[in-house]
């Protein structure tokens, strides 16, 4: 079995990130940037996968920037077998996304694509989506755990009302949550290992149009003060006066 698993390369979701003055974009100077979080449990999975001997070769792609190309690295560190940079410098949303995935698809024919659900950067959930309804391929979604019975991938996600397990003919899609996974601590073999594996960069198919843009970034406004009460009364007195009852 083949894997097609994305990458997005976003800023350190642990990192404090201002908006710039005039509201245009984000002010990343002096940033680090990581894989997305939900694509390195992604990574992870088919890594597992490959190990437990139900995959064979494991591609990551990214698309964007050459700087890129340094998270491509860590995800062949971790265990992917090759990378595949599309080069686009323009500014991409989801739908943008999921066309420029789709041609890469096409392309490589995995049997299984794996993405994060989501990035920590524009929280959109909605590539893998748009990508399963693009190619016609059965998705599942937030996934908790994923198993491998021949051709046949079982799915188990987590609900508001339990467990659903879900049983997807290959090729499909299925999107990582938190639960699946803890990503392992990449040793310096992997690293040294990585540095040889093949990187191929091509240029986009094209130029999707873009859907939505961001017309505006703006802080955050600041936290009120708590402050505490004595009583349940003064609890929901102190409510009634927000108007929130």
Do not use: W
């Not at 019975?149 to 609900?159: A, F, K, L, P």
């Not at 879900?166 to 499909?172: N, R, V």
């Amino acid at each position: 079995m083949k894997v097609l698993v994305t990458v997005k390369r976003v800023i350190d979701p642990y990192a404090k990130v201002r908006p710039l003055p005039d509201g245009s974009g984000l002010d990343s100077g002096g940033a680090k940037f990581e894989i997305n979080p939900f694509d390195e449990i992604a990574v992870e999975e088919a890594v597992r996968l490959k190990e437990a001997g139900h995959v064979t070769e494991i591609v990551v792609v990214s698309i964007g920037k050459p700087e890129c190309e340094e998270q491509l690295r860590k995800a062949l560190a971790m265990g992917a077998d090759r990378a595949i940079l599309v080069e686009y410098s323009s500014d991409l949303d989801s739908p943008a996304v999921a066309t420029l995935l789709t041609e890469v698809v096409n392309s490589e024919s995995p049997d299984l694509i794996l993405l994060g659900k989501q990035a920590t950067d524009d929280d959109c959930n909605q590539v893998g989506q748009m990508l399963a309804g693009k190619l016609g391929y059965p998705q599942a979604t937030f996934a908790a755990k994923i198993s491998i019975n021949g051709s046949t991938v079982e799915v188990t996600r987590e609900t508001d009302s339990g467990e659903e397990v879900l049983a997807l003919h290959t090729p499909c899609i299925v999107t990582t949550d938190l639960r699946l996974n803890e990503p392992r601590y990449i040793a310096l073999p992997g690293i040294i290992k990585a540095r040889s594996k093949p990187l191929i960069r091509q240029p986009a198919s094209g130029n999707p149009a873009l859907k939505t843009r961001v017309t505006e970034y703006v802080q955050p406004a600041a936290r009120e003060a708590g402050r505490k009460v004595a009583t349940v009364q003064e609890l929901a007195a102190a409510i009634k006066d927000r108007g929130a009852i």
